[in-house]
């Protein structure tokens, strides 16, 4: 029934394109079934293709039969299922696979016999809905291991959206029905053509010139040339060394002779690491003086060698509110839940809103799991346990810990065990707030979570400028940034958790208030994010225009967030290393200071 017009089609597209010499493949398409016996009417069209065009192989997605597709093309196989083929071990698909098959993927089994010869190839991967694109370099590891694996294609490009008195807007927003609604913001550019981060991650992943550390004591690398024709001496490298987040050397190297997908090794005398956090950055230009390439390297860490300044701390406890005084600072907190509801820094109020604990975020899609595939499955699928978990404290103790003080909470909650919740309070007034658990779920963050009255701008020793999740933070820099609030957060067409930074040492947020600091003081590093709204608002909208936007600035300092995911649409499908599971115990810890 449909032969003379898929033939029509695939005739009237090899004509048009032959002549151009970047089209490598010519596709028949894909998620279209079998084609009929014997390859029906892909085989018809491939044998009209070859009529016209016999220079160049074929695609096609649904063929797992020799005869039609010169290539095993797969969507959204795993990294880990990608080594099992590039092993050349084929692959079975999951038991439920069968359940997915009818709206998500096109899963068949590939037997070894069917990979002999065959180059493999994901038509679709990195699923890049909104704030995903988490695993990046797993897969590009994977790439680049086996000779057999051709890469991928991200999908996808552009988020699709329509703008309407000057709103975005997207599936079932017009009454449309059925609607996918928002499956549609896919890209790692917005659909008015601006990036996304995970664009920046990408950057970083096919980048063509790599850098390893072979031996960072003595200044020794290893430089990997991805290009297919060009030498990696066409381009001018440069390093950088940061110490303390601060750029103390910067060279620009003389041009390294690499050939095409040779390496070679080199010394650079200036990246042998001194005393202090340093981190070592190679980068790359090309003629016009664009950077390419670019890796960097934490070659040793310390923590920060300042310690609380000496003072006297006072503290008086009631039924309703305990009271400290340390130096400047007046703290009030609550024995009902231990959140410091005031702190007066020379009796000018720090907080617009209490520091408390933190386990919940705004969803993103990827949290949102099989919930997306139809918005009457959220209510059911959607786990939303930590977003407002029954806390209670079943006791609070102080004492004296050298010339600190100490405030310890026993907490109790169906959601974890072992749950303990401290504040140390030194003389200066800086306070040590720390909180560990034992989760009887998986986790989306822990940390605190306060407002403050207004920021003009944070600056942090850490991962950025933009944002970055611990999936999703190779193609971020490494060193201290500082942004105003405004250019803090980022607007995903539906929204959902955004802006987070990675493996910060230390962070100040500025307001009239004068400075907030945080410092790691584990050397597990910390994470924050900070928003012109509440979790709570930006948790309840679902367009961007929805969004209430106050003075007052929510700022989140965690010890870490879950990963992003992306491997497979619109499910987190996290990797073990970007997990905060069930059973594993968790801590964060940070010193809190105002000047």
């Not at 550019?189 to 950057?203: I, K, N």
């Not at 306070?431 to 989760?439: I, K």
Request: charged residues 25%; contains cysteine; negative net charge.
């Amino acid at each position: 029934q449909w032969t003379a017009a898929v033939v029509d089609r695939m005739r009237r597209m090899v004509l048009a394109d032959r002549n151009h010499p970047s089209i490598i493949m010519w596709s028949l398409g894909n998620e279209a079934g079998l084609g009929g016996p014997g390859g029906g009417n892909f085989t018809a069209m491939r044998e009209a293709a070859l009529d016209l065009d016999a220079s160049r192989p074929f695609h096609y997605e649904g063929d797992h039969q020799r005869g039609v597709s010169d290539v095993i093309s797969r969507m959204y196989a795993t990294a880990q299922q990608m080594a099992a083929l590039g092993r050349r071990e084929g692959l079975k698909p999951a038991l439920t696979s069968k359940l997915t098959n009818q709206f998500l993927t096109d899963d068949k089994p590939v037997t070894p016999e069917l990979l002999a010869g065959r180059p493999v190839m994901l038509c679709e991967y990195a699923h890049a809905m909104e704030n995903s694109l988490g695993n990046l370099a797993e897969y590009l590891d994977v790439f680049y291991q086996y000779d057999n694996l051709a890469g991928g294609f991200i999908w996808d490009y552009i988020d699709q959206a329509i703008r309407h008195d000057g709103k975005l807007f997207y599936g079932g927003d017009f009454g449309d029905k059925p609607s996918h609604r928002y499956f549609c913001a896919n890209g790692i550019l917005t659909g008015d053509r601006h990036e996304h981060p995970s664009a920046r991650e990408v950057f970083w992943a096919y980048r063509n010139l790599v850098v390893e550390a072979v031996d960072t004591g003595s200044g020794t690398y290893r430089l990997t040339n991805r290009h297919s024709f060009t030498d990696a001496d066409q381009f001018t490298p440069e390093v950088d060394v940061f110490i303390d987040g601060e750029c103390e050397r910067h060279e620009i190297l003389a041009p390294i002779t690499v050939a095409p997908w040779g390496s070679v090794e080199f010394v650079v005398p200036a990246a042998i690491p001194t005393a202090g956090d340093v981190v070592v950055r190679f980068s790359f230009r090309d003629r016009a003086g664009s950077v390419v390439a670019f890796d960097e390297f934490e070659v040793s860490r310390a923590l920060s060698a300042s310690r609380p300044r000496r003072g006297e701390v006072w503290l008086q406890a009631g039924s309703d509110n305990i009271a400290v005084v340390a130096g400047p600072t007046r703290l009030s907190i609550n024995p009902v839940d231990g959140t410091i509801r005031s702190w007066l820094h020379n009796d000018r109020e720090v907080l617009a809103g209490p520091v408390r604990r933190n386990y919940w975020r705004a969803l993103t899609d990827n949290d949102r799991g099989y919930g997306n595939f139809d918005s009457r499955l959220q209510k059911v699928l959607v786990a939303t346990a930590w977003r407002d978990p029954k806390v209670t404290v079943r006791r609070w103790t102080s004492g004296r810990l050298g010339e600190s003080v100490r405030l310890v909470f026993l907490l109790r909650s169906g959601l974890f065990i072992d749950a303990l919740l401290a504040y140390d309070i030194h003389g200066d007034g800086s306070v040590v707030a720390s909180h560990s658990l034992t989760p009887r779920k998986d986790m989306l963050r822990l940390g605190f979570t306060c407002e403050l009255p207004d920021v003009q701008r944070v600056r942090w020793y850490g991962k950025g400028p933009h944002e970055n999740y611990i999936d999703r933070n190779h193609g971020a820099l490494t060193q201290i940034h500082d942004l105003p609030i405004a250019e803090l957060h980022h607007h995903y067409m539906r929204p959902q958790e955004n802006g987070n930074h990675t493996r910060v040492r230390w962070l100040e947020a500025t307001g009239s208030f004068g400075t907030l600091r945080a410092d790691d003081v584990t050397g597990d590093l910390l994470g924050f994010t900070a928003w012109p709204y509440t979790q709570e608002v930006l948790d309840a909208a679902e367009h961007i225009h929805e969004l209430t936007f106050t003075e007052r600035v929510t700022l989140n300092i965690d010890r870490q967030q879950r990963g992003v995911g992306g491997d497979i649409p619109g499910i987190a499908a996290l990797l073990p290393a970007y997990r905060m599971p069930a059973g594993q115990p968790q801590e964060v810890s940070m010193r809190l200071s105002v000047r």
